[in-house]
């Protein structure tokens, strides 16, 4: 039996519906919406829990951050209330002493308690003679309003406005035996003191711990590594977008948006904040959503591909035909880019840079107007390779390359010659003045911060200018001349900008023959040692020597350090120089002990280059075994000002060389304001005070008061202190009358070549050359 025409239409519509161009979209779109569906359910419950945790973490930080405040804002309230007890039944001056004895009062070394008269002047402190300084009269009429505690606003550290850091002062009304207003008790303690509980593990870079006056001023603000105080804000609007709950909102100080929680301090005026930015709390469920995606995204790809491939079939080949063209094109586009631009930066590379220049100058001479080429170095950009890597120096050169572009007008042009060398190009530059505008602008733009490997860093770039026709006709000779100024702002101190000077460009050739001599020094033996003895302040015993290096040039003579030291350092020609000194230096002493001489510690100068040379420690080492020296016989004298640029990477260094058995000393102190704090970090051994503050000791009094300042801190961390540039008997008595230890300079004796410094020791030995005298002259060492 035929089946009926109408049930083979039914049973033939699958087939026909199978084989119609609608099934595999169809199909596609309904498994990619499943897939979809699933990955945007999965992401959003990973960010809301994200926004849980975050919300919770904000809460924990807040509530600990208030009991921690709260503690300390009750123990200075308690201080305030015992020292005004102390002194309305007191003695009125000695009650702070007497406290203190007792130890009733903070012993943290950041509180300072002072007593304040009604005038405002400070009549006794603790740990700070002059207290926390004079009170002006509004923080008086605020004390002296209420019987309570008055919270101060931030204020600097020290009378230096240049100083870091800030304090808060914490007072209270004292009355007099009527009940009259007598002054007022202060309590002083560092700002940041109230955000030192700032865990960056768990606040990250960018959370924020701050402390909040009812006033809108911030008392103390961190985030990250960085302490603010003083900022206002609206303290109302401020309250009603952080209940105590906790909200998240762009925190209106600095813009990020964090989950943050504000919570009011009870029986005080203030407020603490604490939150974490969302940047950071969410980057892992952000991680996770993004891995959902990719998989997701290759799973959609999978799917299309197959669903997709039936339909594709008939195009493929026509598609790679396509495909073949268009990348043959590209690639040629590709070679002819890479021949004329840098592949780093994108800029134009010598190649096109020397055209456009052929061109420029073709063209300016044809219409009779100026052109100039600016030859831009950035400066210490090698320290940022050694010290970062060079994936960081290559991310410097990106960045400094868009910033070079924003400084030019349309028509200029940059490029970038190799390394941190750019050489600019104004093609029609009708003035000096617009020549300098531009350096200038290049200058400050690279002057700015750049965030290398999640860190601020600063360079700067040193410029010269050479200017078609004046300083150059030709291609070549404008370049030549562009860099030869280059180096002249180089020798001007780095960051600056000079046009091209024939003058100054002979005075370079000049310092590149010295520098070439000097390359030469160490093979021809023409360096030498003198050394220079200290002697024991009050027996004149000679107490050790300092080794000062000394070239004699076969043609010019006698070069001073000053001419040939920074040229040194600059090079990097100090590193072997100084593996020279130390090794020469370390055998001389070795040779005066085998001759019977006293065995007595001889010092050695550490530049910058050679203190953060990664091969020190070895070097060091090996000299100490070769020449057979007894480590606690070798002294290593860094400058104070080199120290305190890197305080953390300075006291590792100098860990690593105390566990040699060396002696460490400081050297210029004096002239970098060490703290005392500071000071404390690093293992040191000696102290030597700065030549200068024995010139201006006698008639200066704040050298004075600086002098005696740094003997008395070295009395307290039991090092040795050494005064230099000793010329005079006057000095000399006034240095051993406040305790300095040691003696040098030329009121000892002059620096003598190793044959005459051995006679000094022999009669050292025989007892004939002890003592101190006063110089015959007093020519500077």
């Given at each position: 039996?035929?089946?009926?025409?109408?049930?083979?239409?039914?049973?033939?519509?699958?087939?026909?519906?199978?084989?119609?161009?609608?099934?595999?979209?169809?199909?596609?779109?309904?498994?990619?919406?499943?897939?979809?569906?699933?990955?945007?359910?999965?992401?959003?419950?990973?960010?809301?829990?994200?926004?849980?945790?975050?919300?919770?973490?904000a809460r924990e930080l807040s509530e600990t951050c208030e009991a921690q405040v709260l503690g300390a804002l009750h123990e200075i309230d308690q201080t305030l209330k015992l020292v005004k007890y102390a002194h309305e039944t007191g003695s009125r001056l000695r009650e702070l002493d007497s406290l203190e004895a007792r130890a009733l009062l903070p012993q943290d070394p950041r509180f300072t308690v002072s007593l304040i008269d009604r005038d405002g002047r400070v009549l006794a402190g603790t740990r700070d003679p002059s207290g926390a300084g004079r009170v002006d009269a509004a923080e008086l009429r605020a004390a002296r309003a209420i019987d309570a505690m008055v919270v101060?606003?931030?204020?600097?550290?020290?009378?230096?406005?240049?100083?870091?850091?800030?304090?808060?002062?914490?007072?209270?009304?004292?009355?007099?035996?009527?009940?009259?207003?007598?002054?007022?008790?202060?309590?002083?303690?560092?700002?940041?003191?109230?955000?030192?509980?700032?865990?960056?593990?768990?606040?990250?870079?960018?959370?924020?711990?701050?402390?909040?006056?009812?006033?809108?001023?911030?008392?103390?603000?961190?985030?990250?590594?960085?302490?603010?105080t003083g900022d206002r804000t609206d303290y109302a609007a401020l309250r009603a977008r952080l209940p105590d709950d906790g909200a998240a909102l762009s925190t209106p100080w600095d813009g990020v948006r964090r989950h943050a929680r504000m919570r009011e301090l009870?029986?005080?005026?203030?407020?603490?904040?604490?939150?974490?930015?969302?940047?950071?709390?969410?980057?892992?469920?952000?991680?996770?959503?993004?891995?959902?995606?990719?998989?997701?995204?290759?799973?959609?790809?999978?799917?299309?591909?197959?669903?997709?491939?039936?339909?594709?079939l008939s195009h493929a080949l026509a598609r790679s035909r396509r495909r073949a063209v268009e990348e043959h094109i590209a690639h040629a586009r590709r070679v002819e880019y890479l021949a004329y631009h840098d592949s780093l930066t994108g800029l134009p590379n010598r190649s096109l840079f020397s055209k456009l220049l052929g061109q420029g100058i073709a063209e300016a001479r044809e219409h009779e107007r100026q052109l100039a080429v600016l030859f831009l170095d950035?400066?210490?950009?090698?320290?940022?390779?050694?010290?970062?890597?060079?994936?960081?120096?290559?991310?410097?050169?990106?960045?400094?390359?868009?910033?070079?572009?924003?400084?030019?007008?349309?028509?200029?042009?940059?490029?970038?010659?190799?390394?941190?060398?750019?050489?600019?190009?104004?093609?029609?530059?009708?003035?000096d003045a617009r020549i300098t505008d531009v350096a200038e602008a290049i200058l400050t733009a690279v002057a700015r911060p750049f965030m290398l490997i999640g860190q601020e860093f600063r360079i700067s770039a040193s410029v010269g200018a050479a200017r078609y026709p004046l300083d150059g006709l030709d291609e070549q000779s404008l370049t030549k001349h562009a860099d030869s100024a280059m180096y002249q702002a180089k020798e001007d101190g780095k960051n600056n900008f000079q046009f091209y000077s024939e003058t100054r460009s002979a005075n370079a050739l000049q310092r590149l023959s010295l520098e070439a001599s000097l390359r030469r020094a160490l093979e021809r033996d023409e360096f030498a040692l003198h050394y220079q003895a200290k002697r024991d302040a009050v027996t004149g015993q000679l107490t050790g020597m300092e080794a000062l290096l000394r070239w004699?040039?076969?043609?010019?003579?006698?070069?001073?350090?000053m001419q040939f030291l920074p040229v040194a350092e600059e090079s990097g020609l100090i590193v072997p120089i100084g593996r020279w000194v130390l090794r020469t230096a370390c055998a001389q002493g070795m040779a005066w002990q085998k001759q019977g001489l006293?065995?007595?510690?001889?010092?050695?100068?550490?530049?910058?280059?050679?203190?953060?040379?990664?091969?020190?420690?070895?070097?060091?080492?090996?000299?100490?075994?070769?020449?057979?020296?007894?480590?606690?016989?070798?002294?290593?004298?860094?400058?104070?000002?080199l120290l305190m640029n890197d305080v953390e990477r300075s006291v590792g260094i100098l860990t690593h060389l105390r566990l040699l058995g060396v002696r460490i000393a400081i050297d210029d102190f004096g002239v970098g304001y060490s703290s005392?704090?500071?000071?404390?970090?690093?293992?040191?051994?000696?102290?030597?005070?700065?030549?200068?503050?024995?010139?201006?000791?006698?008639?200066?009094?704040?050298?004075?008061?600086?002098?005696?300042?740094?003997?008395?801190?070295?009395?307290?961390?039991?090092?040795?202190?050494v005064a230099q540039g000793i010329e005079t008997e006057a000095q000399a008595d006034y240095l051993r009358a406040n305790g300095c230890n040691e003696f040098q300079g030329y009121y000892v004796s002059r620096p003598l070549a190793a044959g005459e410094f051995e006679q000094v020791l022999r009669g050292d030995l025989a007892g004939q050359g002890g003592g101190l005298a006063a110089p015959a002259s007093s020519a500077v060492a």
């Open positions: 039996m035929k089946p009926s025409p109408l049930r083979s239409t039914v049973a033939g519509a699958p087939h026909r519906l199978a084989e119609s161009a609608l099934l595999f979209p169809l199909l596609t779109l309904m498994v990619l919406g499943i897939i979809w569906v699933g990955v945007l359910r999965l992401t959003a419950n990973e960010m809301a829990a994200a926004d849980r945790a975050a919300a919770l973490l101060g606003l931030p204020r600097p550290a020290s009378d230096d406005p240049a100083a870091p850091g800030a304090t808060l002062r914490f007072s209270r009304r004292l009355d007099a035996g009527d009940g009259s207003f007598d002054g007022i008790a202060t309590v002083t303690v560092d700002a940041a003191y109230f955000t030192a509980g700032y865990d960056a593990a768990r606040l990250g870079e960018h959370g924020v711990l701050a402390l909040l006056g009812r006033d809108g001023v911030f008392r103390a603000r961190r985030s990250g590594a960085v302490v603010t009870p029986g005080f005026p203030l407020a603490v904040i604490a939150g974490v930015a969302d940047d950071e709390q969410f980057a892992a469920a952000r991680a996770k959503r993004r891995t959902f995606v990719l998989r997701a995204s290759a799973a959609s790809a999978v799917v299309i591909c197959v669903f997709g491939l039936l339909g594709r950035l400066d210490h950009f090698k320290q940022i390779n050694d010290t970062l890597g060079h994936d960081a120096g290559d991310d410097l050169l990106k960045e400094v390359a868009l910033r070079l572009r924003a400084c030019l007008g349309e028509g200029d042009t940059v490029a970038r010659l190799g390394g941190d060398e750019f050489v600019v190009l104004l093609p029609a530059t009708a003035s004699e040039h076969p043609d010019l003579g006698s070069i001073g350090p006293p065995a007595l510690p001889v010092a050695i100068n550490l530049t910058a280059r050679q203190f953060f040379d990664p091969r020190l420690i070895g070097e060091l080492s090996a000299a100490l075994t070769v020449t057979g020296l007894a480590p606690e016989l070798l002294e290593l004298e860094v400058a104070e000002s005392l704090s500071a000071l404390r970090q690093f293992p040191i051994d000696s102290i030597k005070i700065d030549r200068s503050f024995m010139r201006d000791a006698g008639s200066v009094p704040e050298a004075r008061a600086l002098t005696e300042a740094i003997i008395g801190m070295g009395r307290t961390l039991s090092m040795s202190v």
